[in-house]
Each structure stands twice: as C-alpha cells, then as structure tokens.
C-alpha cells in the first residue's frame, strides 16, 4: 500500500522509541491502533454507501429497461426508422382517404325511382365480375389455324 519495506519501519520504530520514550510507547500504539480502526471502520462505511448507491443506480436502470421492454411496439420502432419525419405516414393516410371517396361515389348508385315511394329504396352496387383463372379455363374446341398447346408452345413447328 505505502510500499515502506522492514527497514524503513525499523528506523520509524528507532526514531518513536527515542522520541516517545519506552514508557509512553504502549499507550501511543495503543491510541494509533484505535484511530485506524476508526479510519477503516468509516471507509468501510464509505464504501457500503457507495455500493448501495450503485445498486440503486442499477436497480433504476433495471426498472426503466423493464418499462421499456412493456413499452416495447415493434411497428412504431420501424416506422420511425424508415420515416422519422412522419411525410410518408400522412401521404400515405392521404392516398387512403382519397382512395375511399373514390369508391364510394363510383360503386353505389340508386336506380331512378318512377315517382312512387313504395317502401325502402334497392341500392345497386356495381361489382367486377368474378373471372376465373387463366389456368383453370378449359380451351374452346375449336382453335385457330396454329393449334397452340397449353405450355404456350406451337405444335406445328415441333420435328420429331
């Protein structure tokens, strides 16, 4: 700790026995050893503090990781990431609402009614036609001048 060897500490003790005197000397060892068991009693203290106020500290640190793992939204995380300003956000809402107004002015309209009101009104909602896939379809029996197989390829210009 201080790194004083056995001969530094024999010439302190020479020069305390000189300067003390042998009869004063057991109570002053006495009296030394007392304030350093003080001194090491209050930095053992010291450090106790110390390390409880780590242990807060870590145990704050634990209780706001733990609020953010609660917090924790996967989609806003990434939505931030890929737009921290929020314009593609709201372009986005915009093309959403005009896509909405769009349908519904173009897919329901009322039939003219001929003057009469007998009862609830019908509404017509224009629909697409439901068509088939293209693989499903079975081919018309009669074909053109080139029949055609179903891979698309042209039987006539095949060599065997």
């Known amino acids: 700790m201080f790194d004083i060897g056995w001969s530094e500490m024999a010439v302190v003790a020479v020069i305390a026995l000189l300067v003390i005197g042998p009869k004063e000397l057991p109570r002053t060892m006495r009296t030394v050893a007392h304030w350093f068991g ?8 010291f450090q106790s503090g110390l ?7 870590d145990l704050e640190d634990a209780r706001q990781a733990l609020k953010s793992t609660r917090d924790f939204n996967p989609s806003k995380i990434i939505g931030d990431t890929i737009d921290p300003t929020g314009g593609i956000r709201g372009e986005v809402k915009d093309v959403e609402k005009a896509a909405a107004a769009d349908v519904k002015s173009a897919d329901v309209s009322e039939p003219a009614s001929g003057g009469q009101d007998d009862g609830p009104k019908a509404t017509i909602v224009k629909q697409p036609a439901n068509v088939a896939p293209a693989h499903s379809v079975t081919p018309p029996a009669e074909t053109s001048a080139t029949p055609v197989e179903a891979d698309g390829k042209d039987s006539s210009k095949q060599s065997a």
Request: no cysteine; aromatic share 0%; glycine share 6%.
């Open 38 to 45: 003080k001194a090491r009693g209050l930095a053992r203290e």
């Open 51 to 57: 390390d409880e106020i780590v242990r807060e500290t």
